[in-house]
């Protein structure tokens, strides 16, 4: 499934993106992400800092559901996600872990936020909701 | 909550398109006007301003810096800004602090939205209120895309533009800006080499005025020397032309004295003097107008002695004066002048100073102040 600019402008609008991941038990679990980068049309990156309830879900289901809102919070996107491999270094992994030290450079924070290592997920589908 | 219908597909997507052309032409345009605007001069604070000012009117940039690297390679100045009170801009950047920072660092684009949110998330891990860095920009952006700028790869500065709330930055952007911050790193780059000229130029024209003027001096020096060798040789001519003469009034002087003396011893041995009170007031007439030849013709050899040292010695080397004895050689020289009009009066100063002018030269000295 492709994903037109207009969900890519959406990814940046800085809003933060829900992402519901499952246990392998069936415990759903919803957070919300600061970054999500957009990788190519058919892929996204996510970074993790810290182990949590979503980094757990997905290596035991990779399946995920990520909702995006735009700007006026008129339209909202729904993306089905299906977790690929983590990497730990190459051109996504330092354009995420620049943008993680640049906000925690400002907190005085650098040696804290430290980039643990990118998601990549493959979008399956893209849904699009008017309100 | 109602998803889409997928009817007209066709229209949506030549509408897209007609859009992304139209977004294309005008940052072609504004493109074309920016490198025209950085090449236009190479007063290059004027040339940026005017090309944030580009940047505002096209694409609602309203807040934009140009940041140049500091001379120790460790900060980050504000070179140029638009859309900023003074105050918001005045303090200095360090490498890996910040958005302009951690470009600067790393020499790569960063495009950010949602900065007020992330920047509460990393507080709150934290657990402390969102601190506020004096870094340049606006207190609260929202949204900051930051470009490094860069010369045969060295970083010269940051190109940054950011954002309330009201737009956010599209990848589309990183382009256009990317672009814009290529023709400002040239022109920079182009200014800071016609600075670098305009130096060279005025070291250049320092040195030749400075090399013309100890010309001017050294020629002047010349022409005075040339008029004192002149003098000197006029005044030695006239010393030995007035010497001859007057070695002959001195000597005749003498040659009367000593007749004068044999002709009174004469007078008053046949007892003329005592008999004729006339001759004895001729002989002293004599007498008295000789001493008075006598002592003109001694006066007029002193001075004559003094032209002839003044002549002389301007030749010589600097050396030892003696400041007592060219002041009494300048007075003898001015004696016509002072006359009795003026009183001098000198007084010895126990152990006389030494100055080590030319002599002649020192003599001038007296004379005229």
């Known amino acids: 499934m492709m994903l037109h600019d207009t969900v890519r402008d959406v990814l940046d609008n800085g809003i933060p993106a829900a992402l519901t991941t499952c246990s392998k038990d069936g415990e759903p679990n919803c957070a919300y992400l600061s970054v999500v980068q957009y990788v190519d049309e058919t892929h996204l990156a996510l970074s993790f800092q810290f182990f949590n309830t979503t980094i757990r879900n997905i290596l035991e289901n990779p399946h995920a559901y990520m909702m995006l809102t735009d700007m006026m919070g008129t339209t909202q996107w729904g993306l089905r996600l299906r977790f690929q491999s983590e990497v730990t270094d190459g051109e996504i992994f330092e354009d995420m872990a620049m943008r993680l030290d640049a906000i925690a450079s400002m907190q005085g924070m650098s040696d804290v936020f430290k980039l643990r290592g990118v998601h990549i997920y493959e979008v399956l589908d893209v849904e699009h909701f008017v309100w | ?369």
């Open chain 2, 1 to 369: 909550m109602s998803s889409t219908s997928s009817g007209s597909a066709d229209e949506s997507e030549l509408e897209a398109l007609k859009a992304q052309l139209e977004a294309q032409t005008r940052e072609a345009t504004v493109l074309h006007r920016v490198s025209t605007l950085l090449n236009s001069s190479l007063r290059l604070d004027q040339r940026l301003a005017d090309v944030l000012l580009a940047m505002d009117e096209f694409f609602g940039f309203r807040h934009a810096m140009v940041l140049l690297l500091d001379s120790d390679g460790e900060t980050l100045s504000v070179a140029a800004h638009r859309g900023y009170d003074d105050a918001a801009i005045g303090a200095k950047v360090p490498l890996g602090v910040g958005v302009i920072g951690t470009v600067a660092k790393r020499r790569r684009m960063l495009r950010m939205n949602g900065l007020r949110s992330k920047r509460r998330y990393a507080a709150t891990i934290q657990g402390s209120q969102p601190q506020s860095l004096s870094l340049p920009g606006l207190p609260n952006a929202d949204g900051q895309l930051a470009v490094p700028l860069l010369v045969e790869g060295d970083l010269i500065g940051v190109f940054s533009v950011e954002s309330d709330q009201s737009i956010i930055f599209r990848h589309d952007d990183e382009r256009l800006v990317g672009t814009v911050a290529n023709h400002a790193a040239s022109a920079i780059r182009n200014a800071r080499m016609y600075d670098l000229l305009e130096d060279k130029v005025r070291q250049r024209t320092a040195d030749l005025e400075q090399a013309n003027l100890e010309l001017r001096d050294a020629q002047s020096q010349l022409v005075q020397a040339g008029k004192m060798a002149s003098l000197g040789e006029l005044v030695a001519g006239v010393a030995h032309e007035i010497n001859t003469p007057i070695g002959s009034v001195t000597s005749s002087s003498d040659t009367q004295a000593r007749v004068l003396a044999k002709l009174r011893d004469l007078l008053t041995a046949d007892g003329i003097l005592e008999r004729e009170p006339r001759s004895q007031r001729l002989l002293r007439v004599m007498e008295s107008s000789t001493e008075a030849i006598d002592s003109g013709a001694s006066r007029v050899a002193r001075i004559v002695k003094r032209l002839r040292a003044f002549a002389r010695l301007d030749e010589a080397d600097i050396q030892k004066v003696a400041i007592a004895q060219s002041i009494s050689s300048a007075l003898a020289m001015l004696e016509h002048e002072i006359g009795e009009r003026i009183e001098v009066q000198t007084e010895s100063l126990g152990r006389p100073p030494r100055s080590r002018p030319r002599p002649a030269a020192s003599i001038r000295s007296f004379s005229t102040c």
